[in-house]
């Protein structure tokens, strides 16, 4: 009986040149479609799926191999008697390789006007059911899903009968396909319909790269990215210069890069082990980033930069004073481009600084589990806020309170920033209590601290970060407030003619 191959693609990339591999090892060419006119306009002897079934395509093409003889001649097994004999009394042909790529479902739903009637119609059905029914019996079927693998298929078939181990791997990758097709279009179902917290939360990535290490060079890591991502994102930035990142270098960089996508005004961010080292917003890039600098040049040495404008030269000549990792920017003029690049082990990459247009979810691996939540895209203006002293903070202290708060909101908790005139001057973070942070932030900004302003990330259960924020001569605190102990550091704030504001909204981040 001749060997029969089952064609049936979207992506149509390399299609002919396996084809005509196929028909010249002695295969018999079955298709559909659009793959069928492609194959017979190269010259090439398909026959139609409807000769194979005997059923015309119905439904405009929704049902066209949805067959028995089409699943029948892929799911029966070579080495079982009974199964043949079924075939043979059927006058079914077993079907031995399998090419199939699926209708372009994530595309569509990329595009800016897609309708749910058009993203519908883009879901296949016939596709997995095809590749799940010859993956399933690989030790038969050779089926191929991607065409970065029709060189070794046709390799393998010309050397004969590809191993099991060869079938099992290519049917592995089937199954991954057929399963990322399907959450993506399980995530867009819970998008249409405002499902919260579905019983079955489907997540599915796409990999980037393989990563040198993890955390630490025992560990082996991996980048993957989301199927559609848009917006600021270091799976869309694009690398032009420097070394290949490594784990820790994109932890920091998404860091730094949610951080400076809180500004609208120029604004630059350095970044050191996930916690801001020090921001800064100007007039221009240039200015900021000087800013940025100042608020502590030692812990921005081996940092991570991210700036929200073009990188000119006079930025470009101040980057490359010192050893930075990684600059982040939506672009860099051609003359900044030729500074920087004369630094060898900087890493320049470029990408969209806006918001993504979805709300999307944080994800956090635990052991047997994950946590998922909405990202902490909270945020609050001078009419959300509530005086809660005496004393109001006059209008540049506004301004700063809340350019802190903005800041203070992406460093681990337990989080204190002091900031003074679009600068910070001092950032403690991650410690078991907020005294003991506000100490480090006070410790690092000095003499600078006097006539400046306090953020913290949650609320005072007591007044001890007041009574040391007045010894540092602290003018102005913001903070969530909502602690039943709330009126002691009112109090405290009053007693040393302190300014304090309420958000009403915290910021913890673990």
């Known amino acids: 009986m001749k060997k029969r191959a089952l064609l049936s693609v979207s992506d149509k990339s390399g299609l002919v040149e396996f084809a005509t591999g196929l028909e010249k090892l002695g295969y018999e060419l079955v298709s559909t479609g659009g793959t069928l006119k492609a194959l017979k306009e190269a010259g090439l002897s398909a026959i139609s799926i409807t000769e194979v079934t005997k059923f015309d395509e119905i439904l405009d093409g929704r049902v066209k191999t949805l067959h028995p003889f089409v699943h029948a001649g892929l799911l029966a097994k070579r080495d079982d008697a009974s199964h043949q004999k ?70 393998a078939l010309t050397e004969g009968n590809p191993t099991s181990d060869f079938r099992k791997k290519l049917a592995a990758k089937v199954f991954r396909h057929t399963a990322n097709y399907d959450a993506i279009i399980a995530n867009y179902f819970v998008s249409i319909t405002g499902e919260k917290d579905p019983e079955n939360y ?43 990142l490594s784990y820790n270098n994109i932890q920091d960089a998404n860091a730094a890069l949610e951080i400076v996508l809180e500004f609208s005004e120029p604004a630059a961010v350095a970044v050191k082990h996930m916690n801001p080292c020090g921001v800064g917003i100007g007039e221009s890039i240039s200015k900021a980033y000087a800013k940025a600098y100042d608020a502590d040049p030692v812990s921005i040495f081996g940092g991570i930069v991210a700036l929200n404008r073009e990188v000119d030269e006079a930025t470009a000549n101040q980057l490359k004073d010192i050893f930075l990792e990684i600059v982040i920017a939506p672009s860099f003029s051609a003359k900044a481009l030729a500074v920087l690049t004369q630094r060898k082990n900087i890493r320049l990459l470029e990408t969209p600084i806006d918001h993504a247009t979805n709300k999307d979810k944080k994800v956090v691996s635990v052991l047997g589990g994950l946590l998922v939540q909405d990202r902490d895209y909270g945020a609050v203006t001078e009419e959300d806020i509530a005086v809660a002293t005496d004393r109001k903070p006059d209008e540049q202290e506004l301004a700063e309170l809340l350019f802190a708060w903005k800041v203070v909101k992406h460093v681990k908790s337990n989080a204190i920033v002091v900031a003074k005139t679009d600068q910070t001057l001092g950032v403690g973070a991650g410690q078991m209590n907020r005294v003991g942070a506000a100490k480090i932030a006070f410790e690092q900004a000095g003499e600078k601290a006097r006539g400046a302003v306090l953020a913290s990330d949650a609320f005072f259960p007591m007044a001890d970060t007041v009574e040391a924020a007045a010894e540092a001569g602290i003018k102005a605190i913001i903070q969530p407030g909502g602690s039943i102990r709330d009126q002691e550091s009112i109090d405290a704030c009053n007693k040393h003619g302190i300014a304090m504001v309420f958000t009403g909204m915290r910021h913890f981040k673990h």
């Not at 077993?94 to 879901?123: C, G, H």
Request: no cysteine.
């Open 86 to 155: 079924q075939l043979e009394e059927r006058e079914i042909n077993p079907i031995d390789v399998v090419v199939v790529n699926l209708y372009p479902f994530k595309q569509t739903i990329e595009k800016e006007d897609v309708t749910e009637e058009d993203a519908i119609e883009n879901i296949d059905i016939g596709g997995p059911t095809m590749l799940r029914s010859a993956a399933k019996n690989f030790q038969d079927v050779t089926v191929v899903v991607d065409p970065a693998d029709y060189g070794p298929v046709i390799e």
């Open 202 to 244: 489907s997540i599915t990535f796409e990999k980037v790269q393989t990563l040198r290490y993890g955390e630490n060079p025992h560990q082996e890591a991996a980048f993957y990215k989301e199927p559609i991502v848009k917006g600021a994102s270091l799976a869309n930035a694009k690398q032009l210069h420097g070394k290949e």
